[in-house]
């Protein structure tokens, strides 16, 4: 392959790998950023930057707010890179352990809630070193995790909702161990932690080479025995619960989509490749079932190593070809190429080239590290992308269009084609027809939705060219995935709190740990993260917020810091009539501070009054603005009259800056009628349906009032007596 010198690699034998391996340095299509020589072009990726200040062999990678920590192969030493400027990488600080375990190989890396886990293998004493980042560039080395059997550990996860260290060793029998660290206090941290809370024995006869932890299952990689699947939801006290495995052959690692539909797997050995496995729940019995797969050939690369899935899209760091993206079709399981990048300028030589991968930081910036040639971070997507900074609305309407705006964001010299944001539609399978958006400023664009007959639904998505070359779209893999709504002409309130009274919601909540920007009604005194005022959309000035802090004080003065707030609704009725729906304007910001946009807020939903919760939505978007929300309480739940709703803030980890509020709940029921003036949706038109009209009714060109669409029957944007004749034509009685 390329004119450099391939390295002699086995496991637990390092050797050097500088000399032909960096020779060829050029100019990367990205400014002044240098990178090794590359035999395969780029695809749909550019080079963001690199660094490579350490001698030895690379191995894993991890990220967090503006860090990435670079674990060293056949050596203890971790790196800690400030990526704040991503094209010049800095390294503010090594981790190096203590004696006895001066001479283990860090091969895994992992944080969470201000923690370094550092998988301590080969002629280490330890199993993990847990050591204090919470400021990253001080690490202070904390606890030593000694578990009987597990002295190789090769692979940690931190399971972070649940507080539980995962533990895989290199050594057979294959196991692997839980730490409970639920009440782990850095500020009084053990020296040594001794005790696993359990160790699961019997997955394949083998080792456990990796394992994931993801919505309260466990996905162990057994070497010789494929994938297992654990239930772990009651960890604490049950011991995890088989679900279901598949085979696989040197079964290295894996991934499972964000919904748990797909787990995607890779295989360590010569033309090993990655398998993607649907994973099925039929009433509690699990089973797998192989729906695609892909390996290179020998000529060009030996095998995959690790990977990492956002959603449906399934990031590979592959062993002489560096960095692999697909797109995961979320119907069928297949796979489809979306973009590359190639790390390693040797020749194909078993174990070497990329081995690590991050894409959690955005798609702007996925972290890839690479044996012989360090640390990348790679721009896949065109360097551009689609945002949707207000939402999708809820509905399309029956004979109105209905507007949808998106924000294109452009990455460096990245560059969009103004006239080629397109929104693609297609109604119920009948065709696809696209619009040109129209820009309104600020990346800001616009166009409209169809008219959708009541009973039909309307599929979407956007696309925009980049200048030179190549696309972007939302969703990332369209047109495989799309967006859907259905149809309806009017709301039905059935009851609303705009919050400028105390109506029984209640904060704090048992297990809360944050030590400000508790949930409060108030008037909100605004900063550049919190709202200055309630829902501009409703009534009043009171709503919810995370903390209340003093007029022209600064960001992060009152805003959540270090744990969860929750707020909890009181009790409310859903089971008065079938089809009612919750909703709510909801604000959220976390993209200022040491670590944005690596915090969450949670909504959930109960109809037992609160002892148990089924997810709503989870919002990470940073729209800086109030966005509306509504559900369909019985695509979540079955309707009682013991409902609650709950929202949890947090600030977890590295600190950041992390403001929510909540305002506007309301409980209605959304109908769909194609007849104009047909406000409540039963069909007809008949004198209740006339109860509104007149605060509708603004006169010529003066616009549609929210709510008022249904009577604009003549479709000339205004409400006015020639809609009232109109719709008079339809009236029924």
């Not at 550019?46 to 990435?68: C, F, I, P, R, S």
């Not at 705009?498 to 030590?515: C, M, R, Y």
């Amino acid at each position: 392959m390329r004119s450099s010198v391939g390295k002699a690699f086995s496991r637990g034998v390092v050797s050097r790998r500088r000399a032909a391996a960096l020779a060829g340095v050029i100019a990367s299509a990205v400014g002044a950023v240098s990178a090794p020589a590359a035999l395969n072009p780029p695809f749909n990726a550019t080079l963001v930057g690199t660094w490579d200040g350490w001698v030895g062999d690379y191995a894993d990678v991890w990220g967090e707010g503006n860090y990435a920590y670079v674990s060293h192969f056949g050596d203890a030493g971790v790196d800690i890179l400030d990526i704040s400027n991503p094209a010049n990488p800095v390294r503010v600080a090594e981790v190096r352990p203590d004696p006895p375990n001066q001479d283990a190989s860090s091969q895994d890396v992992q944080t969470g809630d201000g923690l370094l886990f550092i998988g301590l293998e080969y002629n280490a004493n330890d199993s993990v070193l847990i050591v204090d980042v919470r400021d990253p560039a001080n690490p202070i080395q904390l606890t030593l995790v000694r578990i009987v059997n597990f002295e190789d550990t090769h692979n940690v996860f931190y399971d972070k909702p649940n507080k539980m260290l995962y533990l895989a060793n290199s050594r057979s029998p294959a196991r692997v161990a839980i730490v409970d660290l639920r009440n782990y206090d850095p500020d009084n941290a053990p020296a040594t932690i001794t005790t696993p809370l359990w160790v699961i024995n019997g997955i394949g006869t083998s080792l456990v080479h990796d394992i994931t932890v993801q919505n309260n299952i466990l996905y162990a990689f057994a070497w010789n025995g494929g994938v297992w699947l654990y239930d772990v939801t009651n960890v604490v006290t049950t011991a995890p619960v088989f679900l279901a495995s598949a085979p696989g052959s040197s079964t290295h690692s894996g991934w499972a989509t964000d919904d748990g539909k797909f787990i995607v797997t890779g295989e360590e050995r010569s033309g090993g490749g990655i398998k993607v496995f649907e994973i099925i729940n039929n009433a509690g019995s699990y089973s797998l079932v192989l729906r695609d797969q892909f390996a290179l050939p020998l000529t060009e690369a030996f095998c995959v190593h690790n990977q990492a899935n956002v959603g449906y899209r399934s990031y590979h760091a592959w062993y002489q070809d560096g960095l692999r993206v697909y797109d995961i079709n979320p119907t069928t399981g297949l796979l489809t190429l979306f973009a590359s990048y190639d790390t390693y300028p040797g020749e194909v030589s078993s174990y070497d080239g990329a081995w690590g991968v991050y894409p959690w930081l955005g798609q702007d910036k996925v972290l890839v590290l690479d044996i012989a040639t360090g640390f990348f971070i790679i721009n896949v997507g065109g360097g551009a992308e689609i945002r949707l900074p207000y939402g999708l609305p809820e509905s399309a309407h029956p004979v109105l269009e209905t507007p949808v705006q998106v924000q294109i964001v452009e990455v460096g010299s990245t560059a969009v084609d103004t006239g080629s944001v397109t929104l693609h539609t297609n109604v119920s399978s009948r065709g696809e027809t696209q619009v040109t958006m129209t820009p309104l400023g600020g990346g800001i664009y616009e166009g409209n939705l169809p008219r959708v007959p009541c009973g039909d639904t309307v599929s979407f998505y956007f696309s925009a060219g980049i200048a030179g070359g190549g696309s972007v779209k939302n969703p990332l893999n369209a047109p495989a995935s799309s967006h859907t709504i259905g149809s309806q002409s009017a709301i039905i309130e059935h009851f609303r709190n705009n919050f400028e009274q105390h109506l029984g919601w209640v904060t704090p909540a048992p297990g809360d740990s944050a030590t400000s920007g508790f949930w409060t009604r108030v008037d909100p005194v605004g900063t550049s993260a919190q709202p200055e005022d309630d829902n501009p959309s409703g009534t009043g000035t009171f709503c919810y917020v995370t903390g209340q802090g003093a007029v022209g004080g600064a960001d992060g003065a009152a805003d959540v810091d270090n744990g969860i707030t929750t707020l909890t609704s009181a009790a409310f009725n859903a089971a008065t009539e079938p089809g009612l729906s919750v909703g709510y304007h909801r604000w959220y910001s976390n993209n200022r501070g040491a670590a944005p946009g690596q915090d969450q807020m949670d909504i959930s939903i109960s109809n037992n009054g609160g002892t148990s919760w089924v997810p709503l939505e989870t919002v990470t978007e940073n729209a800086n603005a109030w966005v509306e929300k509504r559900f369909l309480v019985s695509d979540f739940v079955t309707p009682t009259n013991n409902m609650k709703l709950r929202f949890i803030a947090s600030d977890l980890g590295t600190g950041s800056i992390v403001e929510a509020g909540v305002d506007d709940f309301v409980i209605v029921k959304l109908v769909c009628s194609e007849l104009a003036g047909d406000a409540d949706g039963d069909g007809d038109v008949a004198p209740d349906d006339y109860a509104n009209f007149d605060d509708c009714m603004a006169g010529p060109s003066a616009g549609v009032l929210p709510g008022c669409a249904i009577y604009d029957a003549d479709f000339d944007n205004d409400v006015d007596m020639f809609d009232y004749l109109a719709i008079h034509e339809d009236y029924t009685g």
